[in-house]
């Protein structure tokens, strides 16, 4: 197997999905749809009150990024294996982790960068304090991928399962849990004016360790549960 | 009129005022694992009884493997 | 089962007392047979007799319950056997929401292969002429399959395993089909093709495996 | 050496394990049983009440040895997940499968007997405390193993699944453990420490210990039965299933 | 079509649903454990504050509640669909509009129901007061049939487009934000100790009116979603 | 087109200038041609020439662009028309998850009919026996498209409107389709079939409509 032709599975992957992703460009639109409507069911919820919403906007943007990134997960196996693409990636000569990566990378392009992009704004609409909002950004920047390659991983033990989302939230958020923490505990410090980057050093220290590690579990868990 | 017995029962079952909290505790212990063992006995019946189905319709479907 | 040797080449496919079960109940099995470079092998048995089970064995889809098969040499499912291996299923894996082009040229791009007649030349073979822009969702059933059929002989395959390859397909879309697995097995290639007798391959088949439901 | 390989390799064959797991379980139950009474007869009569918490402290008999079964029993399976995985022995998955539910009941008695304790002593039956929210989570692992594994039409395709997600799991415990302790100490506020090096009465010790090593029996004698049953539906094309079945029968 | 027939294809509808959920318990069981979950990561997102995550207990429950309902909803017409047996249900005799009552009975029976039994759990492990329970659980008993007669009939306009739950609640969510608004009214209200009969009134009017309606309108929208 | 009119009771189907277009782009049409009952008619064509989309028009799942249909004297969709036509499609439409019987029972309820024979029988005479309670999702291609065939038949049907049925199915499951047919028509019901013409129903064929591609 060439260095060339490893790239061009890469890169034959990763143009696919984007190209997907290009032709339901509507269906890409809609994390960050259900973002902003779920951030603006709080205040219908809760009631105006702007220090009890600005208290708890870091963690309300934090939890509805994470819940938005959550429901398109489900679909990232679902399509190729109705269609039997999945079976055809599983029978392509080159390494499954290789066209793994690219389907990961390709899922927090679509899905996680947009989300990045109206954080902020849903952030200021419910009052965070403007001290904390980079923080917010650089913890969702470090969170993300790491919810990503963590998400993809389940989500391909999930794959041979005719199961909804719902298993997927249930195998996902206890694991999600540390880096909710992480990151609410980086804005939260920095809502208070306390120093915030050991959190966040924390995230970025298991994020570089599951870039390497993800694909690789990620290809033992779609063999596995494919049965392969 | 009480015997002693039945007073110190009761004494123990009052649990010094505690015993709305003591004794759900120990029946969720011993509920909770019965729920288990029910539920083990409860499979076991189920499964041997699909087996024997199974068994008996052995004729109508392809042979076992035995290997 | 009829184990029939064609050539004197190393076979392509061996099986050795291949077998398959479910839950320790029978699926099919012991097989033994060989399929040899330019030879097409045709998998024959009713409903439910274990084909589609037997070629997803042999695609390292399924782990063998007893018996060992090769493919290529190699273990199924290992790399050597995938690099030289194309298969079609009853799902054919295609992207609805892509062309028919696009999906050609993710199948070749998976297997980092650049072939001559290109794929546009090779939709026009397979019936498709002026279907290459239009997105998979919207063709027909045979029309897929005839987009699936485009794929596999697009890709630097030398063995093809085939699950119903002829059903949902009209008339020309048959002979389609025993046109492109003679050229293939002329090529040096072997293929081996489920089917339930009604339709399938005559010609030079050299090797029949039977399983009995 | 030879001996133990020997008894590995028995062990790891169904029919010679359904029999011995048969041939045990009777003997598992009958300690559990006897060490549980003699335990909660020591716990529930004999020890004094508490100085500080009177009566109320008797849940310790049962929620510490149901908290601590509920981590041992996650490293069992997790041990069991891991050979599964690597090895794929059919006892190995077998063994990891059926001891998720209990560590899960265990679990949930942790839960439940540790809020009913807390009323009295905290004055809430829940407190999002590091201890109580880790093993919150805990139950819903578990729950997450057991969900998997039955989302699978096969089942030894849904055991290796879950034995990979029991295996991050416990990768995953330490972290989200000391993750909520950390947690805690970042807002500060309502941290109480609850659990001081205390040096316990020996009348409230040898019960304990008691039902402590009752559980790990009871854990043992449940995961024997549960693992018969999965074996005959694993194996149920078999002939020994077959002569276990037939047997069955004529018993009854 | 006699009234007996119609009973009878009533049943059938239901029964099959009650079975399919039955094979897939786990399944079923999937929108409580996701509720749960969902509550569980606001105190890791906002910390463990006794007072504040009391105050927003309320509203986090019904936002937990209706999140949970919405994954449910994606797959009410999904797997009809992908099998065929939706257009078996359009070519059947018996009016569309009755097959589809017994859908939202089922529905609500096997998503709503375990909810609202939950839902007291979690708004005590948030700190709700006692004294607005009752409140939040007839809020609840109120808003949950609404949402899912509301949710069905919008699943049924998107059935024939194969996207993702997500441009659901993009519909779904605007639709909500009365219900949420009245059923957090009459708990914030309850909280406070003010009256809170009024909101669950307009709740209760709404319910009525969609029970009529709601299977009639679903019909609609599955033919025009359908193109028949 | 090649418009037979088989008897003189009244007609089951009766098309006049029928046509679909999507996007004004034509599928099939203008056609004309009458069903009676006890008839068998056959449409033919290559693939993507429009018989499925000719047998989505007729059942009222699509709308004609141009031209009218009667099917059994109402609107195609009506309740009239849905009573007393069955339909199978290339997606069967059975429940995966529950077993065969389930299944059948499930057809008749909707349908509010207890037929005689019975779903249990018919799963035998179908070839299934033994796999009545085994889950849908276990059986192979064949076996899954022979549970659709005993709903079909359970069905009070006059009218079946079938799509591919002899795909995916071994010699006897093609037998089986004929022997269904026969009896259907003896009977006095009608059925429209599509077929590519390698497979198709010969005896008795009371009308053929040919679809140009
Ligand atoms: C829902 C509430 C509670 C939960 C989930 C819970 C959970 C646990 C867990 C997981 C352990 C084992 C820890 C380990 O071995 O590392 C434990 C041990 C223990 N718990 Fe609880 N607990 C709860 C409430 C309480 C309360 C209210 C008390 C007493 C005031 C208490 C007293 C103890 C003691 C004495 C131990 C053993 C000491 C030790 O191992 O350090 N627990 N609990
Ligand atoms: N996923 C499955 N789980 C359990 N049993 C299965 C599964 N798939 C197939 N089977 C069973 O295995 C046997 C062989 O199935 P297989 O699909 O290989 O048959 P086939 O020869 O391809 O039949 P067909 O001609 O109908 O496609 C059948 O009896 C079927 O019921
Ligand atoms: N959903 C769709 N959207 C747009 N065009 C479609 C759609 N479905 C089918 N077509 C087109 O309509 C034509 C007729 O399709 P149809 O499926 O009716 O063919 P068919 O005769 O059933 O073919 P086959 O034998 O391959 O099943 C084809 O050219 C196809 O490309
Ligand atoms: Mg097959
Ligand atoms: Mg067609």
């Not at chain 3, 079609?88 to 992207?95: I, Q, R, S, T, V």
């Not at chain 4, 010679?16 to 041939?23: M, P, Q």
């Not at chain 4, 089942?155 to 415990?173: E, K, T």
């Not at chain 4, 210990?209 to 693992?227: C, D, E, N, P, Q």
């Amino acid at each position: 197997m060439s260095a060339a032709s490893l790239g061009g599975a890469f890169r034959t992957m990763l143009v696919r999905d984007l190209l997907l992703a290009w032709r339901r460009r509507g269906d890409a639109m809609l994390p960050v749809l259900y973002a902003i409507i779920v951030a603006t069911l709080f205040p219908f919820a809760l009631g105006p009150e702007h220090a009890l919403l600005a208290r708890i906007a870091g963690g309300v943007v934090l939890v509805t990024v994470l819940l938005a990134m959550l429901l398109a997960l489900d679909n990232v196996f679902r399509g190729d294996l109705d269609d039997g693409a999945l079976e055809q990636m599983l029978l392509a000569p080159q390494p499954l982790s290789l066209l793994l990566a690219a389907r990961m990378l390709a899922y927090w392009l679509v899905t996680a960068l947009p989300l990045l992009l109206v954080a902020p704004v849903l952030a200021y609409m419910l009052g965070l304090e403007p001290a904390a909002q980079p923080v917010l950004l650089l913890a969702l920047l470090l969170a993300t991928p790491l919810l990503a390659l963590l998400g993809i991983v389940l989500t391909a033990l999930t794959a041979g399962t005719r199961r909804s989302g719902m298993l997927l939230s249930l195998m996902l958020l206890p694991l999600a849990v540390p880096i909710v923490i992480f990151a609410a505990g980086a804005v939260g410090a920095a809502q208070q004016g306390l120093p915030w980057v050991a959190p966040l050093a924390w995230l970025a220290a298991a994020l570089a360790l599951a870039l390497v590690l993800a694909p690789l579990a990620c290809a033992t868990a779609l063999r596995i549960a494919l049965d392969t | 009129m009480r015997s002693v017995e039945t007073l110190r029962m009761d004494k123990f079952l009052a649990m010094g005022g505690f015993a709305q909290y003591v004794w759900p505790a120990y029946a969720a212990f011993f509920v909770i694992l019965a729920g288990d063992v029910l539920a083990t006995v409860v499979r076991r019946r189920r499964v041997l009884r699909e087996l024997r189905g199974r068994l008996a319709r052995q004729g109508t479907r392809r042979p076992r493997v035995s290997a | 089962m009829t184990p029939t040797l064609a050539s004197s080449t190393p076979p392509m496919i061996e099986a050795r007392g291949l077998g398959f079960a479910r839950r320790d109940e029978g699926v099919f099995g012991p097989l033994d047979f060989a399929l040899s470079g330019g030879g097409i092998g045709l998998i024959e048995g009713d409903n439910g007799s274990g084909k589609t089970t037997l070629l997803r064995v042999l695609a390292g889809l399924l782990r063998p319950s007893f018996g060992t098969a090769r493919v290529l040499g190699a273990e199924p499912g290992s790399e050597t056997a995938r690099e030289g291996t194309a298969t079609m299923g009853h799902l054919l894996g295609l992207k609805a929401d892509l062309s028919a082009l696009e999906n050609l040229r993710i199948g070749m791009g998976l297997y980092g292969h650049k072939p001559t007649p290109g794929p546009f030349a090779m939709l026009t073979q397979v019936g498709l002429e002026g279907y290459a822009d239009e997105p998979v969702r919207s063709l027909s059933a045979g029309q897929k399959k005839r987009v699936a059929l485009a794929r596999l002989a697009l890709l630097p395959a030398r063995l093809w395993l085939l699950d119903e390859p002829y059903a949902n397909l009209d008339r020309h879309g048959i002979n389609l089909v025993n046109d492109l697995l003679t050229a293939h097995a002329a090529a040096g290639g072997a293929a081996l093709v489920t089917s339930h007798g009604a339709v399938s391959f005559h010609q030079g088949v050299t090797c029949t495996v039977r399983l009995a439901a | 050496m030879n001996a133990f390989k020997l008894w590995y390799h028995k062990l790891g064959s169904p029919p010679y394990f359904y029999v011995f797991a048969g041939y045990i379980q009777p003997w598992l139950w009958t300690i559990a049983l006897l060490l549980a009474a003699v335990g909660l007869y020591g716990g529930l009569v004999l020890a004094p009440p508490d100085a500080l918490q009177g009566d109320a402290f008797r849940i310790i008999f049962v929620h510490v040895p149901a908290a601590w079964m509920s981590l041992f029993v996650y490293g069992v399976m997790a041990v069991s997940a891991f050979v599964a995985v690597i090895w794929r022995p059919k006892m190995a998955e077998v063994l990891a499968m059926e001891s998720a539910p209990i560590g899960a009941a265990f679990t949930l008695i942790a839960l439940i007997t540790g809020s009913l304790w807390g009323k009295p002593m905290w004055g809430t039956y829940w407190t999002w405390d590091a201890r109580l929210t880790s093993e919150l989570v805990l139950f819903f692992i578990y729950l997450g193993i057991i969900g998997l594994y039955h989302a699978f039409d096969d089942p030894r395709q849904g055991a290796r699944a879950a034995s990979f997600l029991a295996m991050i799991g416990a990768v995953n415990l330490p972290i989200v453990h000391y993750s909520v302790v950390w947690w805690n100490t970042l807002h500060q506020g309502t941290t109480v420490h609850y659990f001081g090096p205390s040096s316990i009465a020996p009348s409230m010790l040898w019960p304990l210990l008691l039902m402590t090593i009752a559980a790990k029996f009871y854990y043992g004698a449940s995961l024997m039965g549960r693992s018969r049953v999965a074996l005959l539906s694993l194996e149920r094309g078999k002939d020994w299933v077959a002569d276990e079945v037939r047997g069955d029968t004529a018993h009854g």
